[in-house]
């Protein structure tokens, strides 16, 4: 089936205009109006040079029916994010920041909403696979526009009035439920920037009836509707077993550095091995993100931390280094980490290469078979019509 992205007419606008005045938000005795502890704003990200920064931040419902959306997401994060970092302005690639919250889970406190942040926007996608894997569905009491509230308040949205800035919200339930109204959550992306696209996890006219549509048209975004509960097919190409491998021997080239140096090298190799429990495909798929500009990993990883300007070869202390680099004389630190870096770009040119030649087979195969109605289809589909306004361009 394919995704529902609605071309929001004169008359459905006016019809939610309508829609909008019959909202009533639910406001539960046991919720205060505005949680607390809410995180504090972070200082504004400041853009990268000429790249295009891109930030999405993803809210999913993990109440107790919600598990089919945890798993698309787990098996479809690879393919979203190397399409996101497909995008061009100026030739240049964007600069790709995620975030994930959940809400709704009513093991979460109630006095803050029944939701929390699990990753702040982060440029290290390992982080948000690693909290993918680790959520788990139960309750609940699904409060969307709370969650997209504390999401923008919370989160270093960037000051660049060119930077893409979107958030996803998932769920099944009425969308004005709880302290937050759908029109005063918005009001305040707006201001921030920010465009909201609701995915409702069922039937679209479902959808329509809780107030999911009508929170796109407030927003300006896109009414989107996906089966939740659909499995998602991962499609095999002959240049799978090939980037699995080279997906695997890249992790040779990282040199883990610092407080968080075994912990993210091993967080690497945790999230290759939930990448092939969904198959071949999906680790070849991740193979591919790992040769982009965006697979980065500056607090844990020596080479990406020097090209950041993070830290200086000469001035690491031996208990920061790995076993290997130590009693290594300068000379040799620098022609050891330049060794591992020449390595990665030999590795990830190959990748790139196959990858060019596994897309075309997908892309052939995947018109065969028609769209799916999935998360990634969704909101790739939002982020390419969204993105022409601010100057990115997605083959």
């Known amino acids: 089936m394919q995704s529902k992205h609605k071309t929001l007419g004169l ?57 089919g959306l945890i798993d698309q997401a787990r098996s479809e994060l690879w393919r979203i994010v190397n399409q996101l970092s497909e995008g061009k302005r100026h030739g240049k690639a ?16 109630a006095a803050e909403g029944y939701l929390r ?62 302290p937050v109204t759908p029109a005063e959550a918005i009001a305040l992306a707006k201001e921030h920037g920010v465009t909201v696209n609701p995915i409702f996890c069922g039937a679209e006219q479902a959808g329509i009836a809780q107030g999911w549509q009508t929170a796109a048209m407030l927003a300006g975004g896109f009414y989107l509707t996906i089966d939740h509960n659909q499995a998602v097919a991962q499609i095999a190409a002959p240049q799978d077993a090939e980037l699995a491998k080279l997906n695997l021997s890249i992790n040779d080239t990282y040199i883990p550095y610092g407080a968080e140096g075994d912990a ?60 290997e680099m130590r009693g290594m004389t300068k000379a040799e630190r620098v022609a050891y980490v330049a060794k591992k870096k020449a390595d990665r770009k030999a590795i990830q040119q190959r990748i790139r290469d196959l990858t060019k030649e596994r897309d075309a087979f997908i892309a052939a195969e995947r018109a065969k078979q028609g769209q799916e109605d999935s998360l990634d289809v969704a909101m790739l589909s939002a982020v390419k019509k969204l993105a022409g306004a601010k100057g990115l361009a997605f083959e």
Do not use: C
Not at 39 to 67: I, K
Not at 271 to 290: E, H, I, M, V
């Open 94 to 109: 964007p600069r790709l920041q995620l975030a994930l919250y959940e809400y709704g889970n009513d093991a979460l406190p």
């Open 117 to 178: 942040q699990v990753v702040g926007l982060t440029e290290e996608i390992d982080r948000v696979s690693e909290a993918l894997f680790a959520l788990r569905t139960n309750g609940g009491q699904e409060y969307a526009g709370l969650a997209i509230r504390n999401a923008l308040v919370a989160l270093p949205w960037s000051n660049d009035d060119d930077a893409l800035k979107l958030i996803f919200v998932a769920g099944n339930e009425g969308f004005a439920q709880g």
């Open 11 to 67: 008359f459905a606008a006016a019809l939610g205009m309508v829609a909008i005045a019959a909202i009533v938000p639910d406001k539960p005795k046991d919720v205060a109006p505005n949680p607390h502890p809410i995180p504090p704003p972070v200082t504004h990200v400041t853009p990268d040079g000429e790249r295009p920064v891109v930030q999405v931040a993803l809210l999913l419902d993990t109440s107790s029916s919600m598990d």
């Open 264 to 323: 993210g090298f091993q967080r690497q190799a945790a999230q290759d091995s939930n990448s092939s429990g969904y198959g071949l495909a999906n680790l070849a798929t991740r193979g591919s993100f790992k040769a982009s500009a965006n697979y980065q990993n500056p607090s844990w990883e020596l080479n990406d931390a020097l090209d950041r300007g993070r830290v200086k070869l000469e001035e690491l202390k031996e208990q920061s280094l790995p076993a």
